[in-house]
């Protein structure tokens, strides 16, 4: 029998001001994302999906409606609540990496853990493992400076694993990588899936939302598509992209 999921979006509004215009950027949200699902948020500038992931990374708050995450509403926390929530429940991977340049690989990969009650030594092990996890054992004392592009993603990958979050968020993971390296960070994503990840990726390109096995797409704040993708990558980026204006909005 299937748990709780790790994820439950109900009636969730955002609603900024800007001057004296309203902007709607969510209208009206509900999603349930369950224990290692790899999930695309998919949608244009605009959709709604960066605000989506501002709140799913407790970066933001919404209007209205809640969040709760591990049966917890985190919508309805503190301040220094939600930043806890965030440092151990919550990994994040950014387009741009995001790697203090003085400092090398272990180092970088520990600040997730720099308020834990643990010994240098505890964190020390946990970040060395994290790398060994992504395949950079042999890079422990590499500064960014001295790393690929696609290396400095394992590493921030690294970082966002080692505290053992229940999701790990994405943020255009492949945005600033070639090809062939965001092929290799793809692979990365579906072996920590098997492995048991959640993993929740925001992307606007099809090729790289058709390695996740569920697509959740947005328009002007609502989400009107929500579908399981079981086909190979290749044919399910065609259809993707064949299909993105076939589907008219539903609230959700």
């Not at 609603?15 to 999930?39: D, S």
């Not at 741009?96 to 990969?109: G, T």
Request: proline share 5%; hydrophobic share 40%; charged share 20%.
């Amino acid at each position: 029998m299937q748990s709780g999921p790790v994820i439950r979006l109900t009636d969730l509004t955002k609603v900024y001001k800007v001057g004296t215009e309203t902007i709607n950027a969510l209208a009206g949200v509900n999603i349930e994302i369950y224990q290692n699902e790899y999930v695309a948020i998919m949608g244009t500038s605009g959709s709604g999906k960066s605000t989506m992931l501002n709140i799913l990374g407790c970066l933001d708050r919404p209007t209205a409606g809640t969040y709760e995450l591990d049966g917890q509403k985190v919508s309805q926390m503190g301040s220094s609540a939600l930043a806890r929530v965030r440092n151990q429940r919550i990994g994040f991977v950014f387009q741009s990496f995001e790697l203090l340049p003085r400092l090398n690989s272990v180092r970088n990969v520990e600040l997730p853990l720099i308020y834990s009650p643990d010994g240098w030594w505890n964190r020390r092990r946990l970040a060395r493992e994290a790398l060994e996890r992504v395949g950079l054992g042999a890079r422990l004392h590499h500064k960014p400076t001295q790393l690929s592009g696609g290396q400095k993603q394992r590493v921030a990958i690294a970082r966002a694993l080692v505290a053992n979050p229940s999701i790990l968020l994405a943020d255009e993971p492949t945005g600033n990588l070639d090809s062939a390296t965001s092929d290799e960070i793809l692979a990365l994503f579906a072996q920590l899936h098997r492995e048991g990840q959640t993993v929740i990726m925001v992307t606007h390109e099809p090729d790289v939302a058709a390695h996740a096995k569920r697509i959740i797409r947005m328009k002007d704040g609502k989400v009107y598509s929500d579908l399981p993708m079981e086909r190979d990558p290749a044919s399910t980026a065609s259809h993707i992209s064949a299909s993105t204006n076939a589907e008219e909005p539903r609230h959700g």
